[in-house]
């Protein structure tokens, strides 16, 4: 079954960090990509950009409308992701587990629906 492991970061706690633990926590990241690849569960993956870059589309009555920045103002953001595809919900739990951002935010589990429901 595959599932989204959401990296939610406040930028303001990653900011405090000294330039050395940012540092380690992007060098960990490449640690936890090379055991996802090794155990065949890294389906892809993802950082994304500050939101401040982001556009919000949105459709009214047929007409696109484009706005600068992110759909909702939040102190937390979406940062990245893995998707991975595991046997359990415990073990999607457990590699979310070790992402490095990890100790530092909260990491959302989400099972990913398949085209015909939820893939089990």
Same mark, same amino acid.
């Given at each position: 079954?595959?599932?989204?492991?959401?990296?939610?970061?406040?930028? +303001?706690?990653? %900011? /405090? $960090?000294?330039?050395?633990?940012?540092? =380690?926590?992007? @060098? &960990?990241?490449?640690?936890?990509?090379?055991?996802? +690849?090794?155990? %065949? /569960? $890294?389906?892809?993956?993802?950082?994304? =950009?500050?939101? @401040? &870059?982001?556009?919000?589309?949105?459709?009214?009555?047929?007409?696109?409308?484009?706005?600068?920045?992110?759909?909702?103002? =939040?102190?937390?953001?979406?940062?990245?992701?893995?998707?991975?595809?595991?046997?359990?919900?415990?073990?999607?739990?457990?590699?979310?587990?070790?992402?490095?951002?990890?100790?530092?935010?909260?990491?959302?589990?989400?099972?990913?629906?398949?085209?015909?429901?939820?893939?089990?």
């Amino acid at each position: 079954m595959k599932y989204l492991l959401m990296i939610v970061m406040n930028p +303001t706690v990653f %900011g /405090e $960090l000294s330039e050395e633990e940012q540092q =380690a926590v992007v @060098s &960990a990241h490449d640690d936890f990509q090379k055991l996802l +690849t090794e155990s %065949g /569960e $890294l389906v892809g993956f993802a950082a994304l =950009a500050d939101p @401040s &870059a982001s556009r919000t589309v949105r459709v009214r009555d047929g007409v696109p409308a484009v706005t600068d920045g992110p759909y909702v103002e =939040a102190k937390e953001h979406l940062a990245g992701y893995y998707v991975v595809d595991c046997e359990t919900p415990a073990r999607a739990e457990e590699l979310a587990a070790m992402i490095p951002d990890a100790r530092l935010t909260g990491i959302e589990v989400r099972a990913v629906m398949g085209s015909g429901g939820l893939e089990m």
